[in-house]
């Protein structure tokens, strides 16, 4: 099990490279970006356990930021606050940001901070038993029903479908569905993908439960 991939938007490469050699010595994966928009533009490539967003970024800010992640997801953020942007953290806050580290901080401080708020996040265990849209499924039964109506799906559909409801509301790249239901060594391309959707989608009689995002991947409807 890795130890969370940490998406960190933050425009001074001096903070930046604070956060990322704190967040790598607990042994994260940290990707760095300067702007909202690149951050934004990354999300969806990767499998990204928590935000650490900085509020005064060139562009698009960082509450603009928070509140475009939390439109259509409730992926972890934390912000970063400069000591006299009181307001802006309150905002943060407000916009569903999980925590605050005002700035100066210590590597050690914001390592606490990301570790406690991944746990929280964590603390669920995984379902056995989901629900999404008129939609039911038993993993322990491997069994799904549409409004009480019993499917049959393949394993991998079944896995697929399992996936989507676990995560209602995340939009995910082909590239990290591929690497999440089939595995890393899979060979085949992620045409793999909008095949496996497409027979869900048809089985399932409920196109919109998985939507298109075009250019993008795919995602579950939220509830
Ligand atoms: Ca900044």
Same mark, same amino acid.
Request: hydrophobic share 45%; aromatic share 4%; with cysteine.
């Given at each position: 099990? +890795?130890?969370? @991939?940490?998406?960190?938007? =933050?425009?001074?490469?001096?903070?930046?490279?604070? $956060?990322?050699?704190?967040? =790598?010595?607990?042994?994260?994966? @940290?990707?760095?970006?300067?702007?909202?928009?690149?951050?934004?533009?990354?999300?969806?490539?990767?499998? @990204?356990?928590?935000?650490?967003?900085?509020?005064?970024?060139?562009?698009?800010?960082?509450?603009?930021?928070?509140?475009?992640?939390?439109?259509?997801?409730?992926?972890?953020?934390?912000?970063?606050?400069?000591?006299?942007?009181?307001?802006?953290?309150?905002?943060?806050?407000?916009?569903?940001?999980?925590?605050?580290?005002?700035?100066?901080? +210590?590597?050690? =401080?914001?390592?606490?901070?990301?570790?406690?708020?991944?746990?929280?996040? %964590?603390?669920?265990?995984?379902?056995?038993?989901?629900?999404?849209?008129? $939609?039911?499924? +038993?993993?322990?039964?491997?069994? @799904?029903?549409?409004?009480? !109506?019993?499917?049959?799906?393949?394993?991998?559909?079944?896995?697929?479908?399992?996936?989507?409801?676990?995560?209602?509301?995340?939009?995910?790249?082909?590239?990290?569905?591929?690497?999440?239901?089939?595995?890393?060594?899979?060979?085949?391309? %992620?045409?793999?993908?909008?095949?496996?959707?497409?027979?869900?989608?048809?089985?399932?009689? !409920?196109?919109?439960?998985?939507? %298109?995002? !075009?250019?993008?991947?795919?995602?579950?409807? !939220?509830?």
């Amino acid at each position: 099990m +890795s130890a969370g @991939v940490i998406l960190v938007i =933050e425009d001074e490469q001096s903070i930046a490279n604070v $956060v990322r050699i704190a967040l =790598e010595r607990d042994g994260r994966r @940290v990707i760095c970006v300067r702007t909202g928009e690149e951050g934004l533009a990354e999300l969806p490539r990767h499998r @990204v356990d928590l935000v650490v967003l900085d509020i005064g970024l060139p562009g698009m800010d960082g509450l603009e930021v928070c509140r475009r992640i939390r439109a259509d997801s409730s992926l972890p953020i934390i912000m970063l606050t400069a000591r006299d942007e009181e307001a802006d953290r309150v905002a943060g806050l407000e916009l569903g940001a999980d925590d605050y580290v005002p700035k100066p901080f +210590s590597p050690r =401080e914001l390592a606490a901070r990301v570790k406690a708020v991944l746990r929280r996040g %964590t603390a669920a265990p995984r379902a056995d038993e989901l629900a999404l849209a008129g $939609v039911t499924l +038993s993993r322990p039964r491997h069994e @799904v029903h549409v409004g009480g !109506r019993p499917i049959e799906l393949t394993a991998t559909e079944f896995e697929l479908l399992a996936f989507f409801m676990e995560n209602p509301g995340l939009l995910f790249s082909r590239e990290v569905l591929l690497d999440r239901v089939w595995g890393l060594d899979y060979p085949g391309g %992620t045409r793999t993908v909008d095949q496996h959707v497409a027979q869900v989608r048809a089985k399932l009689g !409920r196109p919109e439960l998985i939507e %298109t995002v !075009r250019g993008a991947g795919y995602k579950a409807v !939220r509830q």
